[in-house]
């Protein structure tokens, strides 16, 4: 288990997990693989529908045998199943590729959990990563997490000088790290904020902009998903689609 804890000892912790699972991410600065090195821990991962709108709960830990909650999504209610001990349970929608970084800093941060033998459903919302009022255990899974998948690029991050608009936020350093781990940028850019390496200000319009970013490219995925033809659409019935 994992004791007492605090910001850099997770750091230390990641650091020698994977040093013992997963050596060559550190030599090579590669991705983390982590659904593998949760497996190495004896823990199933399981993907359900948590809840109706996949916002509420993204992730939970079963210590013990019994049942859980899950929302169907054709009978349109919530059920119970049947779970057993050391099972994480991921919220299904984290599997479409744009929910990739949550994903993976889910998984870890459930890892945590299992390493610090708490159960604990979590809402792993970005608001709630920058939120400093979180529970010591939270902090220290979100910390885990971070480190977890950064791999040897948490030192790289760590060593970041403060990102403001005369060096363009560290926006390409921060991108080409996101290419190379699990990491999202926004993630990213929260832990520069929770390590004063961006003010507030500056944190709260890089991310802004990142959700402006989002919200148009959902408005383009909405547009083409409604002007596309399907193979089986007439060219004459194209005025069904207006």
Request: glycine share 4%.
């Amino acid at each position: 288990m994992l004791g007492v804890c605090n910001h850099r000892t997770m750091e230390v912790k990641t650091r020698m997990i994977l040093e013992k699972f997963c050596p060559d991410c550190l030599w090579h600065m590669k991705a983390i693989p982590i659904e593998k090195l949760i497996e190495a821990f004896g823990i199933e991962i399981e993907y359900q529908y948590l809840t109706k709108d996949g916002r509420k709960i993204l992730g939970k830990l079963i210590c013990t045998d019994g049942v859980t909650p899950y929302y169907d999504i054709e009978q349109q209610e919530y059920l119970f199943l049947e779970v057993h001990a050391n099972t994480i349970f991921v919220e299904a929608r984290l599997l479409d590729q744009e929910n990739q970084g949550r994903y993976h800093f889910t998984l870890a941060h459930e890892l945590c959990h299992y390493l610090l033998n708490i159960e604990e459903v979590d809402n792993l919302e970005l608001a709630d990563l920058a939120n400093h009022n979180l529970s010591k255990i939270e902090k220290w899974c979100n910390d885990f997490a971070f480190y977890f998948i950064a791999g040897e690029y948490g030192n790289v991050i760590d060593r970041l000088e403060k990102a403001n608009s005369l060096n363009d936020y560290n926006h390409e350093i921060v991108e080409e790290i996101s290419k190379k781990t699990h990491l999202s940028q926004i993630a990213i850019f929260t832990r520069l904020l929770l390590n004063n390496q961006i003010s507030p200000k500056d944190y709260k319009n890089v991310k802004a902009d990142f959700e402006e970013q989002f919200r148009l490219k959902q408005l383009e995925e909405q547009k083409n998903t409604k002007f596309k033809i399907e193979p089986w659409t007439k060219i004459t019935d194209l005025h069904l689609l207006n």
